[in-house]
């Protein structure tokens, strides 16, 4: 995952998903050793790796 330089902008959200969206990030992010949060910004950098 790309880390954020400390002078990049960084925007905060609140993100709601559904409870079983949520087990499957949870279990994915223990199993890849990440933290919750690192986990959706790998998936969400990595789809849009892919969209390009």
């Known amino acids: 995952?790309?880390?954020?330089?400390?002078?990049?902008?960084v925007k905060?959200?609140?993100l709601k998903i559904p409870v079983s969206v949520h087990k499957k990030?949870?279990?994915i992010s223990?199993?890849?050793?990440?933290s919750l949060g690192?986990?959706?910004i790998y998936i969400l950098e990595k789809?849009?790796?892919?969209a390009a």
């Open 12 to 14: 905060c959200y609140l």
């Open 47 to 50: 789809s849009l790796g892919k």
């Open 25 to 27: 990030l949870v279990d």
């Open 30 to 34: 223990v199993k890849e050793r990440r």
């Open 1 to 9: 995952m790309t880390k954020h330089k400390s002078e990049e902008a």
């Open 38 to 40: 690192e986990q959706i």
